[in-house]
C-alpha cells in the first residue's frame, strides 16, 4: 500500500499537465476577496530534489519540466515547431507554471520541483486555508517538515489521514469557498472507484465547489471509465466541467535489441474539471498545443481539450 513515492516521477509530463491547469484554476479562484479553502487530498512530500536520488533513478523529469527549462537556454537545440513556439511565446498559462517552478529555484539551477503543496501555498491570500492529507508514514513525516519551513501557521494543515475520506469534515467551508485537488497514485485499482464515489459525495456536501482530478491514461479499462463516470456525475448535478488530455507518446509495448519487451512508461494523462474557472477553458486551449510540441517524445503526441455543461 505505501510503495509509491512521487519523488520517483515528480516533474515529469504529467505534473507538467497537472500543475498547469492548478496554477490557473488556483490564480483565478484566490484572485477574490472571500476566503478559500484548499483540499489536497493526496499531497505526497511537498517539495522534490531532482538532483536526487529518486528523480535521478526515473529520469522522468528531463522529458518534463526539465526539457522545458532547456529549451530557454541561449544556443537550445530546437525543432523548428518549438523554435516557432518559444519565438511567438509561451502561452500564459505555460508562463505561469513555469514561473512558479522558477520561484523555488535560483537562476542558473533547475534542483527543486514543487508539488502541489507549494504552488497551492504560493497562491494563498491571507484568509485562505490549505488542508494537507498525506498517508504514507515517510512522505507525511517529509511534508509536515517542509511545511514547518514555512512558518505559514494556521493557513496550512497537515493531516496524516486518507484523502479519501478526510475531506468530508470540511464541506461545506466557512467561506463557501473552496478547491479540491484529488490526484492518487492509482497503484491500488480501487483507486479509481474512490475517486468517482468522493467526487459524488462532495458534490451533494458543496456543489459549488471546482474539483479538480488527475488521472493517468494506461491501458486499463478503469483509467478509461473514470472520465465518463465523472462527466456524467457532473451533468447529473447540473454542473459545467472541462476535460484536458496530454499524450506525450505510444502506449504500444516495444522489443529492444536483446528481444525483450519493454513498457512504454506512462504514455498520457488527463485532468478532469467540474465547475471550472470561465477563464480555463481558453488558457488551455492555448498551452495544450505547445505542450503536446514541447514535450513530444514521438510522433502519437496529441491533446484533447473538450467541456460541457
Not at 4 to 23: C, E, I, M, P, S
Not at 80 to 85: C, L, Q, S, V, Y
Not at 195 to 209: N, S, Y
Request: proline fraction near 6%; charge should be positive.
Amino acid at each position: 500500500m505505501f510503495s509509491y513515492r512521487h519523488a520517483f516521477h515528480a516533474g515529469n509530463h504529467a505534473d507538467v499537465l497537472k500543475h498547469t491547469v492548478l496554477v490557473a484554476v488556483a490564480r483565478h479562484l484566490t484572485e477574490k476577496d472571500a476566503a478559500l479553502t484548499v483540499l489536497d487530498t493526496h499531497a505526497g512530500a511537498g517539495l522534490y530534489r531532482l538532483d536526487g536520488d529518486y528523480a535521478q533513478t526515473s529520469g522522468e523529469a528531463a522529458d518534463g519540466i526539465v526539457r522545458l527549462a532547456h529549451l530557454r537556454e541561449p544556443g537550445a537545440q530546437l525543432s523548428e515547431a518549438a523554435g516557432k513556439i518559444l519565438a511567438e511565446g509561451l502561452a500564459p498559462a505555460l508562463q505561469a507554471y513555469l514561473e512558479m517552478v522558477d520561484s523555488f529555484n535560483s537562476k542558473s539551477s533547475l534542483r527543486v520541483y514543487p508539488g502541489s503543496p507549494f504552488i497551492i501555498q504560493r497562491l494563498l491570500g491571507a484568509r485562505d486555508k490549505l488542508k494537507l492529507f498525506e498517508l504514507h508514514p515517510t512522505d507525511a513525516k517529509t511534508l509536515s517538515a517542509n511545511i514547518a519551513q514555512l512558518e505559514a501557521g494556521r493557513q496550512v494543515a497537515v493531516l496524516r489521514e486518507d484523502g479519501f475520506e478526510g475531506y468530508k469534515k470540511f464541506l461545506p467551508p466557512p467561506a463557501r469557498r473552496a478547491l479540491i485537488l484529488c490526484d492518487p497514485s492509482y497503484e491500488i485499482k480501487s483507486d479509481y472507484a474512490r475517486v468517482a464515489t468522493l467526487v459524488a459525495d462532495a458534490l451533494k456536501r458543496f456543489p459549488t465547489g471546482t474539483y479538480a482530478i488527475w488521472y493517468p491514461i494506461i491501458p486499463r479499462p478503469e483509467a478509461h471509465d473514470l472520465p465518463r463516470k465523472l462527466k456524467t456525475l457532473a451533468t447529473k448535478a447540473g454542473k459545467g466541467w472541462l476535460h484536458a488530455t496530454l499524450t506525450v507518446k505510444s502506449s504500444k509495448l516495444t522489443t529492444d535489441e536483446q528481444g525483450d519487451t519493454k513498457r512504454p512508461g506512462l504514455p498520457a494523462s488527463g485532468m478532469f474539471v467540474i465547475n471550472p474557472p470561465h477563464t480555463l477553458k481558453a488558457a488551455l486551449q492555448a498551452a495544450l498545443p505547445q505542450m503536446a510540441v514541447l514535450l513530444a517524445q514521438d510522433r502519437n503526441a496529441a491533446f484533447t481539450l473538450e467541456s460541457g455543461g
